[in-house]
T-cell receptor
Framework: NAGVTQTPKFQVLKTGQSMTLQCAQD?????MYWYRQDPGMGLRLIYY???????DKGEVPNGYNVSRLNKREFSLRLESAAPSQTSVYFC????????????FGDGTRLSIL | QKEVEQNSGPLSVPEGAIASLNCTYS??????FFWYRQYSGKSPELIMF????GDKEDGRFTAQLNKASQYVSLLIRDSQPSDSATYLC????????????FGTGTRLLVSP
C-alpha cells in the first residue's frame, strides 16, 4: 500500500522556470493538501482540496497554483519559480468530514537558484 | 502570539525515562489535536490524535488534553534512542474545515 506518493523527490530549478509537483494517493481519501516546510517556520498550508472539483487557498498561496485532476491526484504548479520558494513540499490526504487525521507523502525537496 | 506553540528544544532524556512534550494553542474553539513524529529528512508520521479532554493511551504514548488551559501534551514512556526525532503538535481550529495548524516542533534526544 503506497499511501501518498509524490514526484519528483528532488529538483533544482533556475529562477523564472516553471514546474509541477505531482501527488497521488491510493487511500480513497476525499481531501488533499499541499504544505511547505521551512526551517523555523513549521509546516504551512499552501492550498487544499476538500473534495474532487474544489480547491481553496491556504496560508501561503502566492506564487502557486493547484489542480485536482481527479480523486487520486492533486498537483502543485510553480509558474515562475523564485528563490523564496526553495523549500520542502509535502502533500497530504485525509478522509472528508469531522476531524480526520492527515497522512503525508515523502516530500519533494526543491531548490531555486 | 503564534496559534500553536512548542518549545523547540532539544529535550534530552536518558533511555528508559519518560519524555514529556508540551504544546499550547491560542484558538479556544479548537476541535482536534494531533501529534506527528518527524525524523530528520523524512515526512511527518501520525502518532496520536485526541479530541476530548483527558488522556488517551496507545502503547508507550499518552496524549493529554486540557481545553480549559489550552494545552495538549505527549508523554513517551520507556523512551528509546529510536524515539529521537522532532515532534510536531497540530491543531484544527474552529474554521469549519480540517485545516491543520502546526507548531514548529520539539526536538527530542534520547541518549543510550
Amino acid at each position: 500500500n503506497a499511501g501518498v506518493t509524490q514526484t519528483p523527490k528532488f529538483q533544482v530549478l533556475k529562477t523564472g522556470q516553471s514546474m509541477t509537483l505531482q501527488c497521488a494517493q491510493d487511500m480513497n481519501h476525499n481531501s488533499m493538501y499541499w504544505y511547505r516546510q521551512d526551517p523555523g517556520m513549521g509546516l504551512r498550508l499552501i492550498y487544499y482540496s476538500a473534495s474532487e472539483g474544489t480547491t481553496d487557498k491556504g496560508e501561503v498561496p502566492n506564487g502557486y497554483n493547484v489542480s485536482r485532476l481527479n480523486k487520486r491526484e492533486f498537483s502543485l504548479r510553480l509558474e515562475s519559480a523564485a528563490p523564496s520558494q526553495t523549500s520542502v513540499y509535502f502533500c497530504a490526504s485525509s478522509s472528508l468530514g469531522g476531524n480526520q487525521p492527515q497522512h503525508f507523502g515523502d516530500g519533494t525537496r526543491l531548490s531555486i537558484l | 502570539q503564534k496559534e500553536v506553540e512548542q518549545n523547540s528544544g532539544p529535550l534530552s532524556v536518558p533511555e528508559g525515562a519518560i519524555a514529556s512534550l508540551n504544546c499550547t494553542y491560542s484558538d479556544r474553539g479548537s476541535q482536534s489535536f494531533f501529534w506527528y513524529r518527524q525524523y530528520s529528512g523524512k515526512s511527518p508520521e501520525l502518532i496520536m490524535f485526541i479530541y476530548s479532554n483527558g488522556d488517551k493511551e496507545d502503547g508507550r504514548f499518552t496524549a493529554q488534553l486540557n481545553k480549559a488551559s489550552q494545552y495538549v501534551s505527549l508523554l513517551i514512556r520507556d523512551s528509546q534512542p529510536s524515539d529521537s526525532a522532532t515532534y510536531l503538535c497540530a491543531v484544527i481550529g474552529r474554521t469549519g474545515f480540517q485545516k491543520l495548524v502546526f507548531g514548529t516542533g520539539t526536538r527530542l534526544l534520547v541518549s543510550p
